[in-house]
């Protein structure tokens, strides 16, 4: 026979507001929770330490989720947006948006790339590595409390406040079943090996499990608690664990049975995460957080599982009194009653009382009394990250690689002076009376007076280089590219020189490139290769070369294979990320039609690359001797 115990772990101050909401990462050690104050914390489950603080939304933070090798943290705000983190560096890894009010659950897909997050009607699907949505699924009428990835990655099934659970097939981008309850969905859980669901609800509290095979409930059964918080599967799956606000539960199916029941004063639940027969959970209240441990033990349960009542506080009339007897001294105090002495205890008593100096003899050294002081109450310290983690936690500037060759070659300049030759010779002899400039500032007037267009080309220039400078430092290389080609889109020839110093940059990051980027650069490509300028014509073959290394596979199996219409494959997506990080070590992917239609554009873009420098292939020299190297890359694709 055997009977759950339940004891406190530890207890913390999560937050400088409210907490949120709270998610358990899967090796039992590390928590993450969310608050009114706009952050996300990371900390030790044990130890109860901050270890990594993560700030970046600007609303209230109303879900979160540590991803399931704990190496990322998602958090949900009220105004909708998502941010994710890397729990490496503290740094945020994506933003994403297109919730329009608040998100109330979040859930990362087994593999790992995906995150499903639900608002007040709509779910929706993202892809981190694309930093997009890659579907929408609305349906619901009412809040959706909570979601989750079915084991194999195919199906999301949602609950929600409209008394529904909804099964969502992502393949085929549409809802597949709907599940009715008599009350408000606040929990799901799915059978780590049969194909079972189990769901928790509210008013009433109500338990039920689902065939997912034939759609059809199981077993269900009302329970005599306080709202059911949570719910989740032991990992060996012989059991459910319950988290109600006052008591934890075990269950079995088939018939629904309740195997135990234990008291626990933890309030509101909010993530249990479940081992072989044992259960972690975190409740909160306002902004504190505690971590309850509830293990199985073997032997007959305790006879009063119930925690004692303490004592009721003494009554507002009853009066203590204290005297000592000066006749007769012992080291402990004897007290008895005095009726003329007396010290009310009232509502009062609970504010600390002032420590009264006991010795009249203490003096300061200018013989005034010492004054009585009373005791200073602190509020709790805000929790700061260990030593170890707080190192890693320091955000890091992205300043501009000063190796980064950014190539400066131009049309070949003229020949140094030859020797023997007196230049003075060829030039106009000076007037005697030409004054001699000796300020600084005067010279270099005089000097510019000859060169005002030029000076006014290059200021244009460096202020177009500076603008997309920012946002290559930035990390926002898509958006660097578009940049310039909007301050390029004058076509001014001297423009184009911003052109070649943005792709020396980019070309020297291959592992920064995308799809969508190489559609942006080749018509710009174009361009450069039927310049006059060498450097032109050598950063345009460069780039175009690179875009072939790194994407011609990918443009040919797409175009092979178009994608077929309807949802999106999930696992497909995975294949296609793995498989291409192996290759290109981390390149961005799109979905399937974004990157068939974005792999057409390429395409098209290279053959009209082909037909345009197809009259240049004979030129001589090293022009004609690049346009032929890359006439032949072409040919191949």
Known sequence: MSYYQSKIITEF??????????SIGKSHNIIATGGDDKAVNIWGIHTGQCLQPLSGHTSSVESVALDHDEKQVVGGSASGSLRIWSLKDGKIVSTLTGHKSKVWSLDWHPYGNFVASGCAD?????????????????????????????????????????NTIKIWDLTAG??????????????????????????ASANPDKIEFWDLERFEPVSSANVDSARVCSVAFSQNGQRLFSGSQDSFRTYTWEPFEEKNKQIVPWGKVLDMAAGPDSVIAASASQNKISIWSVTAANGPPPKSPIPPIPSPVPSPTKTITIKTSPSKRSKTPTTTAKPTSTTTATSESKTPAPIVNTNPASTTSRGEPVKARSPILTPNPTPTPSPAIAKSVTKSVVEPSSATPVSNSTI????????????????????????????????????????????????????????????????????????M????????????GVVVDVLGVLCDRPNDWNLNMAALVLPKCVQLLASPYDSHVEMGRKTVMLIIKTFRDVIKSNLRRPPTHGGVDISREERWIVDFDRKFDGCFLQTSYDRYNKCVQCND?????????????????????????????????
Not at 174 to 195: A, I, N, Q, R, Y
Not at 441 to 470: C, F, P, T, W, Y
Not at 485 to 496: E, H, I
Not at 606 to 613: E, G, M, Q, S, Y
Request: charged share 25%; aromatic share 4%.
């Open 13 to 22: 101050v999560a937050h400088s507001k409210d907490v949120k909401c709270v």
């Open 605 to 637: 873009r290279l053959k009209d690359i082909r037909v345009a420098i197809s009259p240049r292939l004979k030129e001589a020299g090293q022009i004609g001797s690049w346009l032929r190297e890359l006439d032949k890359a072409l040919g191949k694709l």
């Open 485 to 496: 080609l909007t301050v390029t889109d004058s076509g001014v020839q001297q423009d184009q």
């Open 122 to 162: 709509t779910c929706r699907v993202w892809d981190i590595r694309r930093k997009g949505c890659l579907q929408a699924y609305k349906g619901h009428k009412d809040v959706i409390r909570c979601l989750q990835f079915t084991p194999d990655g195919k199906w999301i099934v949602s609950g929600s406040d409209d």
């Open 174 to 199: 549409k809802m597949l079943k709907e599940l009715c309850k008599t009350g408000p969905v606040t929990s799901l859980d799915f059978h780590p090996e049969e194909f079972l669901l189990a769901s």
């Open 412 to 483: 070949p300049a003229d020949r140094g002076t030859p020797i023997g030759l007196n230049m003075e010779a060829f030039l106009p002899r000076k007037a005697a009376d030409t004054p001699i400039v000796t300020d600084p500032a005067e010279a270099l007037i005089a000097v510019q007076q000859d060169h005002g267009s030029m000076i006014q080309i290059m200021s244009l220039r460096l202020q177009n280089v500076q603008v997309v400078k920012k946002q290559l430092e930035s990390g926002n290389f898509e958006t660097a590219l578009e940049t």
